[in-house]
C-alpha cells in the first residue's frame, strides 16, 4: 500500500533479520501500535503482513527503531553473486560494527601475546563494538513484550564477563556471538534468494502488439468505410505495431508477442503460431509441449523455435507463476509440528534458563561454602553460570527447523511440485499408502469415443470392422446422449458431446437435466424422458438386449468405459468411451513401491470391469469400483484408520475435494490449470503426471531426518557444554564456539536440501 496515513493492510519486505526470534519481536512491537489489529512476520521470506487503521509511517519508524529495515516496495529481485552477498552483508550496520569489534579483539590477543602489554582497553573498546547491537536488540525484545531471548542472555553473559574481570573472554563471546548471527543471516539470505529467484522466469516486459493512436501520418484522411475524417484514435491504416511494456501495464485480452528463445512474459492462450514451449520452469515437465491456436501458455516457460502470438488470460499479480510463488512463501508459515513444539519449548526455556544460571551462580556459595568468584585453583560459579548462559542459548534449536523447511520447500518447487507447509512436508515423509482417482490422475483425463451400438442390432455387422461405422439409430442414440451431456463437464460428457459435434449431428435443447452423481444424468429431449448413466443403472434383463450386454462386457473387459442410454422406460443402446492411461503413471507406481509406499489403491467411480483392467495395467494392489463421492470418503476414513497418518490421496482437486480432504495429505493433479487445486490441495503436482511424486515423498523423508538430526544434534551439544559449565571444565570462550558452531551446523545442514539431487528407478529429478 501506498498510503502513508492509514490503510487496512500493509505487506512490507523486512531488511536485517537473521533469527526466527527477529520474527517475534517484530510482529509484538509493531502489533503494540495504536490501531493494529493484526501484524504476522514471515521470517523465511522476511515479509510482514499487518491489518488495522495503520500508520505507515509509525510502522516504518518502529521497525527501524527495532533495528530493521524496509526493502523498496517495487525493488525487482536481481540475482546476486556471492561476493555481492558478502558485501551486502559487511553493509549493514551491525555487521560493520561486529568487524570492528573484531579487529579491536584480534589486536587485543596480539599485543598481549606479542608484547605482554595489558590488552584490557583494546578488548573493552571491541567488546562495547560488539556487544552495541546485542544489547539494543535485547532491550527492543524487553521492551516489546517478548521477554527474554538469545540477545538478552548473551549481553548478560557478557556483561558479567567484564564485571569479575575476564575482558579477553568477555569480548570473545560477544563478538562471535554477532558474527555467528551475521553468518546466520547471510545463510538464510541465500535460502530466501533461492525463492526470490522465481520472479525471475517471467520477463518484467513484453512485447505487445497495439494499434497506432492518433496516427500523425493519417490524420484528416477519409475513412476506409467512408463515414468521415480520421481525426484520432486507433489507426485504421497502420494495424498493430510492437510495443515493449512492462507486464504490469498489460490487461487481460491484450496481445502480446514471444520470439523463439525468450521466455514468455504472462499466462495466455495462442491466437497463432505454433512452437514447442519448455515448461520445466513451472510444472517439471522434462519435455517440452506443443502448442497451437488455442492451447494455454504459462509465464516462465521458454518458448522453442516458433513466434507465438498471445493473448493474456491472467495479469502479472494473478499469473501461475505469481500464484506460485505466493503459495511457497504463505508455506514457509506453516510451520512442522516439530518447529511449533521447539517454539513453545524456546519460550519457557530461555527464561528457566536465567532462573537456573542466578541458582547455579548463588546456591554452591550460599549452601556449601563454595567461592563466588574465581580461585587460582578452579572457575568460580558466577563464571560457571555465565558459561551457562551462553551455552543455552536457544539459537540452535530454533533456526534447526525453519531453513530445512524454506530449503525442501524451494527445492520442490523449482520441480514443479508445490507443497503448502512444513506440516504437509513432514506429513508426506510418513506416506506409507496412496489412493489414487483414476480418470485424469491415473490416465489421460481425455476420453474419446471408441465404440457404440443400438439395441437394434441394425449395425452388428458393419461393428465387426468399424466400432464407429455409421447408422441413424446410432447417431439418434448419440444426438440425445449429447443433449444432456452437454450440462455436464464431467469428461465422459465432454467425449460424447464432442464425438456427436464431429459426427455433424444436430444439437437438441434438454430441459429439466438432474444430475445423478455417481450414476449419470438425466432430463427431457423433445417428447422423450432420457437417461444417460452406468450399467447398473440402466441394466436390463430382457433376453433381446443379451447381446447388446455381451458387448458391453466386451468393451469394459478391454478398459473402456461404458455408458447405457434410456429412452422413457426402453433401452437405446451403448457407447463406450476409452481414456488411455498416462505413460508415466505406470512407471511412478512401480518407482513409488520401489520406495517403500506399502500399498496403492485406485478409488472410482467407474465399474469394476473398467477399474480393474486399468488398475491391473498400473500394478496396483486394490482397486475400489463403483464409489460415489461419499463413498471416496468413506473409503478414504477407512484407510487411514486402518493405516494411521501416512495415507496420501491423489485427484483432481475439485471432484475429489473431499476425499483429498479426509487424507493425511491430499495431493492435486494439474494444478498448473486449477486455481482451485492449487487452493485447496495440500500439495499440487504442477505437471499433468506422477513423475514427480516418487521424488516428493522422498524429499519429505530426507526434510524429516534432517530435522530430527538438527534438532538431537542441537540438543546433545548443549547438554555436554550445560553439564561441563557446571563442573567448571567449559570456559565462555568454548560455550560461545559451541553455540555458534551448533547453530552453523544446523543452518548448513538444512540448506543442503536445496541442491539435492533425488533419483528413483527409472527417473531422475534434478534442479532446474
Known amino acids: 500500500m501506498t498510503d502513508q496515513t492509514s490503510s487496512h493492510t500493509l505487506n512490507l519486505r523486512i531488511t536485517g533479520m537473521d533469527c526466527a526470534d527477529c520474527a517475534l519481536k517484530l510482529e509484538k512491537g509493531v502489533a503494540n501500535l ?28 518502529r521497525i527501524q527503531s527495532l533495528g530493521y529495515g524496509v526493502a523498496a516496495a517495487d525493488a525487482r529481485f536481481i540475482p546476486r553473486s556471492r561476493r555481492r552477498q558478502v558485501i551486502d552483508l559487511l553493509r549493514q550496520p551491525r555487521n560493520t560494527l561486529t568487524l570492528i569489534g573484531a579487529l579491536f579483539l584480534l589486536a587485543g590477543f596480539a599485543a598481549q601475546y606479542a608484547t605482554g602489554w595489558s590488552a584490557v582497553p583494546l578488548f573493552l573498546v571491541g567488546g562495547l563494538f560488539g556487544l552495541y547491537f546485542p544489547a539494543k536488540s535485547g532491550w527492543a525484545a524487553l521492551r516489546s513484550g517478548q521477554g527474554l531471548d538469545m540477545n538478552v542472555l548473551m549481553t548478560i553473559a557478557a556483561v558479567g564477563a567484564f564485571a569479575i574481570g575476564e575482558y579477553g573472554e568477555a569480548a570473545t563471546v560477544i563478538v562471535l556471538f554477532s558474527l555467528g548471527e551475521a553468518l546466520e543471516g547471510y545463510t538464510m539470505e541465500r535460502a530466501r534468494d533461492s525463492i526470490r529467484s522465481l520472479t525471475q522466469l517471467a520477463p518484467a516486459e513484453a512485447i505487445a502488439l497495439r494499434p497506432c493512436l492518433d496516427c500523425a501520418g493519417h490524420l484528416g484522411q477519409e475513412l476506409p468505410d467512408g463515414s468521415g475524417l480520421y481525426t484520432g484514435g486507433p489507426c485504421p491504416w497502420c494495424g498493430l505495431h510492437e510495443q515493449t511494456v512492462p507486464v504490469e501495464e498489460l490487461a487481460i485480452g491484450d496481445r502480446i508477442m514471444v520470439k523463439p528463445g525468450e521466455r514468455i512474459p504472462m499466462d495466455g492462450r495462442v491466437l497463432a503460431g505454433q512452437s514447442a514451449v519448455n515448461q520445466a520452469p513451472i510444472t517439471g515437465e522434462s519435455v517440452p509441449v506443443a502448442k497451437q491456436p488455442g492451447d494455454e501458455v504459462f509465464a516462465g516457460a521458454i518458448n522453442g523455435d516458433g513466434l507465438l502470438d498471445i493473448s493474456v488470460t491472467h495479469l502479472a499479480a494473478d499469473n501461475t507463476l505469481s500464484r506460485l510463488i505466493y503459495l511457497v512463501e504463505e508455506a514457509q ?108 490422475t491415473l490416465t489421460e483425463g481425455q476420453p474419446q469415443l471408441v465404440g457404440l451400438a443400438c439395441t437394434d442390432n441394425c449395425c452388428a455387422e458393419a461393428r465387426q470392422t468399424d466400432l464407429l461405422a455409421g447408422c441413424a439409430h446410432c447417431d439418434e442414440m448419440l444426438t440425445v446422449a449429447a443433449a444432456l451431456e452437454r450440462y455436464s463437464t464431467h469428461p465422459l460428457a465432454q467425449a460424447i458431446t464432442a464425438a456427436a459435434d464431429r459426427r455433424q449431428l444436430p444439437q437438441l435443447a434438454a430441459l429439466g437435466v438432474e444430475n445423478l452423481p455417481g450414476q449419470g444424468i438425466r432430463g427431457q429431449v423433445g417428447p422423450h424422458r432420457v437417461t444417460v448413466g452406468s450399467h447398473n443403472l440402466l441394466h436390463s434383463d430382457r433376453p433381446e438386449h443379451a447381446l447388446l450386454h455381451r458387448l458391453v462386457s466386451s468393451a469394459q473387459a478391454g478398459g473402456q468405459t461404458t455408458v447405457l442410454v434410456g429412452q422413457d422406460d426402453s433401452l437405446h443402446g451403448y457407447l463406450a468411451v476409452s481414456d488411455p492411461p498416462r505413460p508415466a503413471s505406470r512407471t511412478a507406481i512401480a518407482a513409488l513401491k520401489t520406495i517403500g509406499i506399502e500399498k496403492t489403491v485406485m478409488l472410482t467411480g467407474d465399474n469394476e470391469t473398467v477399474a480393474g483392467a486399468i488398475g491391473r495395467q498400473m500394478g496396483l494392489d486394490e482397486i475400489r469400483a463403483g464409489l460415489l463421492p461419499e463413498d471416496k470418503v468413506t473409503a478414504m476414513r477407512g484407510l487411514v484408520a486402518d493405516h494411521g497418518d501416512g495415507v496420501a490421496m491423489v485427484g483432481d482437486g475439485v471432484n475429489d475435494a473431499p476425499a483429498l480432504a479426509a487424507a493425511s495429505v491430499g495431493i492435486a493433479m494439474g494444478a498448473s490449470g486449477s486455481a482451485q487445486a492449487l487452493e485447496t490441495a495440500d500439495v499440487a503436482l504442477m505437471a499433468d503426471d506422477l513423475s514427480q511424486l516418487p521424488a516428493a515423498i522422498q524429499l519429505g523423508r530426507r526434510a524429516a531426518n534432517t530435522i530430527k538430526f538438527n534438532i538431537w544434534l542441537a540438543i546433545v551439544i548443549k547438554a555436554i557444554f550445560l553439564a561441563a559449565a557446571v563442573l567448571g571444565v567449559a570456559t565462555l570462550w568454548m560455550a560461545v564456539f559451541a553455540d555458534v558452531g551448533a547453530s552453523l551446523l544446523v543452518t548448513l545442514n538444512g540448506m543442503r536440501l536445496l541442491r539435492q539431487k533425488f533419483t528413483v528407478p527409472s527417473m531422475t529429478v534434478e534442479k532446474q
Open 34 to 61: 495504536a490501531g493494529i489489529s493484526l501484524c504476522r512476520v514471515n521470517f523465511t521470506a522476511a515479509k510482514m503482513h499487518i491489518e488495522g487503521d495503520i500508520n505507515e509511517a509509525a510502522v516504518r519508524e
Open 333 to 440: 508459515t506453516q510451520k512442522t509440528p516439530a518447529q511449533r513444539f521447539v517454539d513453545k519449548f524456546a519460550r519457557v526455556y530461555t527464561p528457566l534458563v536465567v532462573v537456573g544460571a542466578a541458582l547455579v551462580a548463588l546456591l554452591p556459595p550460599l549452601l556449601f561454602g563454595q567461592p563466588f568468584f574465581d580461585t587460582p585453583e578452579q572457575h568460580g560459579w558466577l563464571y560457571r553460570a555465565l558459561t551457562l548462559l551462553v551455552i543455552a542459548c536457544p539459537c540452535a534449536l530454533v533456526i534447526a527447523t525453519p531453513v530445512a523447511v524454506v530449503s525442501a520447500i524451494s527445492a520442490a518447487a523449482r520441480r514443479g511440485v508445490l507443497i503448502k507447509g512444513g506440516a504437509y512436508l513432514e506429513a508426506l515423509g510418513r506416506v506409507k499408502v496412496i489412493a489414487f482417482d483414476k480418470t485424469g
